[in-house]
């Protein structure tokens, strides 16, 4: 099964603000991320069986780190902002924690020989991916009229591990096990 670990944006305003800004995207060559996909990604798995899953529980159930707040705000690209593939929403308060997080995580499932990153964790939610150019100047009118956009705050309280489900219509995400913080 396809699984990542994440975590939910709690504060139903922030997810909102941010489901508002994703159909700003909704173009074509675009493809925004739906209300209800919206995360923050501490660690993409991949393809996993379901054996590694019981062993990721097991792992997971050990990892302890405080509660903490999370301020979304301003917009950003992968790459970059002259040429986007990724559009995301910024981490403005709880960035360092959520580095910290990530970096426990990964210590705790290393002796499961699981996918490394290749980058940097960078922590950021994920508004939309494109496709293609064709709406290029109007990707980029919406990015620079929304750079310093805020969305709001919420509460870290846990992380999830998640199920992500490929269909024609896009990813169907099903929470596989909450671990509280």
């Known amino acids: 099964m396809r699984c990542f670990i994440a975590i939910d944006i709690s504060n139903p305003n922030t997810l909102e603000n941010l489901a508002r800004i994703a159909n700003l995207f909704n173009l074509?060559?675009?493809?925004?991320v739906e209300k209800e996909n919206l995360h923050i990604t501490l660690k993409f798995l991949g393809e996993i069986s379901e054996k590694t899953v019981q062993e990721l529980?097991?792992?997971?159930?050990?990892?302890?780190?405080?509660?903490f707040e999370v301020r979304v705000a301003?917009?950003?690209a992968f790459p970059n902002l002259r040429r986007p593939r990724v559009i995301w929403a910024g981490i403005k308060e709880g960035h360092q924690e959520l580095i910290q997080l990530q970096s426990i995580?990964?210590?705790?499932?290393?002796?499961l020989k699981l996918r490394m990153e290749d980058e940097k964790?960078?922590?950021?939610?994920?508004?939309?991916?494109?496709?293609?150019n064709r709406s290029?100047?109007?990707v980029l009118e919406i990015i620079n009229s929304n750079l310093d956009q805020e969305f709001g705050k919420f509460e870290?309280?846990?992380?999830?591990l998640k199920q992500s489900t490929l269909t024609s219509r896009g990813p169907i995400y099903s929470d596989i096990k909450r671990f509280n913080l």
């Open 121 to 132: 964790f960078h922590p950021h939610v994920t508004l939309a991916r494109i496709k293609d």
């Open 57 to 67: 529980i097991t792992k997971l159930d050990e990892v302890k780190y405080k509660q």
């Open 28 to 32: 074509t060559g675009v493809k925004p």
């Open 105 to 111: 995580i990964e210590n705790a499932l290393k002796d």
């Open 74 to 76: 301003s917009i950003g």
């Open 136 to 138: 290029m100047m109007q």
């Open 156 to 160: 870290v309280k846990d992380f999830v």
